[in-house]
């Protein structure tokens, strides 16, 4: 009895010193279908540090979006599955972006710029940036294997899940696997 009430106690103490556990448990608990495959680390992981760059050549890092619940996508113009759930991550914006949270779309490897736009236009899609990765230095240094891939990143800028390939972004169960980790969402 003794041994459970010292557990009970460590585990009480360990999740007030760091609420985001506990969120990431309530949100890991609410997946269903595609969400299903977000894998939640044990433990945050650092993000990459390489730089990336707005569609207009100015230099970005992940580092420019702590502060904010961050979903990162990597993504391809050639890539078919990125092109179905391109416009669910702009609905996912659209409902939950703001103050503390942000879809960010990096496309990564030789992605003309003008494929990008005609890609998104194709699509639809008008309200998430496009980032560039050119020669993919970010998604190398993240270990993005296969597109697309999806992080989810905390406010101190870490990586806490990983999804690799496509999902239904707009789905219920994404909706609130998210706001389980968005305060005030």
């Not at 890539?79 to 703001?98: F, I, N, S, V």
């Not at 998104?120 to 998604?139: Q, W, Y």
């Not at 190398?140 to 697309?148: A, F, H, N, Q, T």
Request: hydrophobic share 45%; aromatic share 8%; with cysteine.
């Amino acid at each position: 009895m003794k041994r459970f009430l010292h557990a009970l106690v460590y585990t009480g103490l360990v999740v007030l010193a760091n609420p985001a556990l506990a969120d990431l448990d309530a949100a890991a608990a609410l997946r269903e279908g595609d969400m299903k495959k977000m894998n939640f680390h044990a433990e945050p992981q650092a993000a990459g540090t390489s730089e990336f760059t707005t569609f207009e050549g100015e230099p970005l890092t992940l580092a420019d979006y702590q502060g904010k619940w961050v979903l990162v996508n990597f993504w391809a113009t050639w890539c078919a599955p990125c092109r179905k759930e391109m416009p669910m991550l702009a609905e996912l914006q659209t409902e939950l972006g703001g103050e503390e949270f942000e879809v960010v779309t990096i496309a990564t490897g030789r992605n003309p710029p003008a494929a990008m736009e005609k890609f998104f236009e194709e699509i639809g899609v008008t309200n998430l940036p496009l980032h560039r990765d050119p020669k993919s230095a970010l998604a190398r240094e993240m270990s993005v294997l296969g597109l697309p891939i999806t992080l989810i990143l905390d406010p101190e800028g870490q990586e806490v899940g990983r999804l690799q390939g496509d999902a239904e972004w707009n789905s219920d169960s994404a909706k609130a696997m998210l706001r389980a980790l968005i305060p005030n969402s």
